[in-house]
């Protein structure tokens, strides 16, 4: 019929005109997230600044073990005590400060000298170890070492050493006790010779018993 054929081109022409529609039209493309690079950044306690640095807060330091924020300072040292917050210690005693008292009677790293005068006496830190002497220069305080062997009483040898001097003995002798004074080895206790020793200051002699001579390398006996 009629009718019939006019609705199916009117139906063809609509499906025509809609693809030709759909052939112009442009679908833009979902545009890919725009690339950023990786900053490595702090994080965990203490940090006050993540990008920079250790990042850390003032009054902390990065701990060897965790690498963290999470190790405290004390400014002015805790001496025997330890750093438990931003100058803060905890003393041997128990008590907290910015410091530590120093233990009595302590008088620092190279101990003590005694100090006298019309008033009386009392004891004083070295600046320099036991056995230097200090010179005060433009540049500050300079330690030298002492020559002990100057004044130092050895039988032997006087050899100086960093802070100190040794004694020593010269062969067939040995120091005694009172690291000074040498005495005599008896090199006979080591048994040098085949038969007979006969021990003498600093030196020994092999012999031979009757019906045997000695050899000519002054031990055995032939």
């Given at each position: 019929p009629p009718v019939m054929l006019v609705e199916l081109l009117f139906q063809a022409a609509c499906v025509s005109l809609f693809l030709s529609s759909g052939q112009g039209r442009v679908y833009p493309a979902r545009k890919k997230p725009a690339s950023f690079a990786v900053e490595r950044r702090r994080v965990g306690p203490h940090v006050c600044f993540p990008g920079s640095g250790s990042g850390c807060c003032p009054g902390w330091m990065l701990s060897?073990?965790?690498g963290k924020c999470t190790l405290p300072l004390c400014s002015f040292g805790c001496g025997g005590g330890s750093c438990i917050a931003p100058n803060l210690?905890?003393?041997p005693d128990?008590?907290?400060g910015i410091t530590c008292p120093e233990p009595p009677g302590t008088c620092g790293e190279y101990g003590c000298d005694l100090s006298c005068n019309h008033g009386g006496c009392q004891e004083v830190a070295r600046v320099c170890p036991v056995g230097f002497s200090m010179a005060?220069?433009?540049n500050g305080v300079r330690c030298t070492d002492i020559d002990e062997c100057q004044s130092a009483a050895c039988e032997g040898t006087c050899v100086n050493t960093e802070g100190g001097f040794a004694c020593e003995c010269g062969a067939?002798?040995?120091?005694s006790a009172d690291r000074r004074?040498?005495?005599?080895?008896?090199?006979?206790q080591a048994t040098?010779?085949?038969?007979r020793c006969e021990n003498s200051v600093g030196s020994y002699r092999c012999s031979c018993r009757p019906g045997y001579h000695l050899h000519g390398n002054r031990h055995s006996c032939v």
């Open positions: 060897p073990g965790s210690c905890m003393c128990g008590e907290q005060e220069t433009a067939g002798r040995e120091l004074s040498c005495r005599d080895t008896d090199e006979c040098p010779c085949q038969h």
